[in-house]
Structures are given as C-alpha cells and as structure tokens.
C-alpha cells in the first residue's frame, strides 16, 4: 500500500528526491515518516511529516539536508536529499502511521508505524 521510489548510485554531493506513493490509504489521515537500514545497522527514524504538514521531525544526522514534504492530492511524500555522503547509503522506507500527528520525539520508533513500503535503495560512493 506504499511504494517507494527514486532511490540510486549518487556521489557525495548529490542529490536525490525519494517519493512515497500510497494506494489503499488516503494520506489525509495519516502522518508519514522515512526509515532507512544500513547493512548490519538498525532501522534508523529520518523524518516524519503530519498530515497537514503543519509539523516536522528530523534525525540530527540529515537535519538541514533533508526535507520532507507531501502532496496529499496525489497521495504522495517526499524526502529531498542533498549533499549526500556515504553515511546515507542504506535502504529507505516510508511508513505511515494510523494519526494525524508524528509521535513526536518517539517519531524514530519504526514499531508505532502500521503500513511500510518495501524500501528504495540509495548509495552514495565515489
């Protein structure tokens, strides 16, 4: 019910757009957060947008060089991503969350999401 795509094989530096697409869900009613997982790493909270856009939340690790956004009229988020480095390679995952709002700072608990996509990749090497 959520596919991700846009991930690839960027250098340092780049930039990427992931999009997040739901199907069988009406995002209206949903808050939305990117997970990533590193190779042999836990499940990492990126970000998580409201419904209404009205809040955010980032890991201190992408703060200032991500951002979220969402298009509730295509039913889709967002994560831009620019100056990536190595450290971002990982797989990405949107997950949504059965509430308006983010969890606040427990945004990064992947266990309090309901619906995940099956993941994009994104590596960033030189």
């Known amino acids: 019910q959520l596919v991700e795509s846009g991930g690839a094989l960027v250098q340092p530096g780049d930039s990427l757009r992931l999009s997040c697409v739901a199907s069988?869900?009406?995002?209206?009613?949903?808050?939305i957060a990117w997970f990533r997982q590193a190779p042999g790493k836990e499940r990492e909270g990126v970000s998580c947008i409201s419904s209404s856009s009205s809040s955010s939340y980032y890991a201190d690790s992408v703060e200032g060089r991500f951002t979220i956004s969402r298009d509730n009229a295509k039913n889709t988020v967002y994560l831009q991503m620019n100056s990536l480095k190595p450290e971002d390679t990982a797989v990405y995952y949107c997950a949504a969350i059965t509430s308006v709002s983010c969890p606040g700072i427990y945004y990064n608990e992947y266990e309090r999401y309901d619906y995940w996509g099956q993941g994009t990749q994104v590596t960033v090497s030189s």
């Open positions: 069988g869900l009406t995002l209206d009613y949903y808050a």
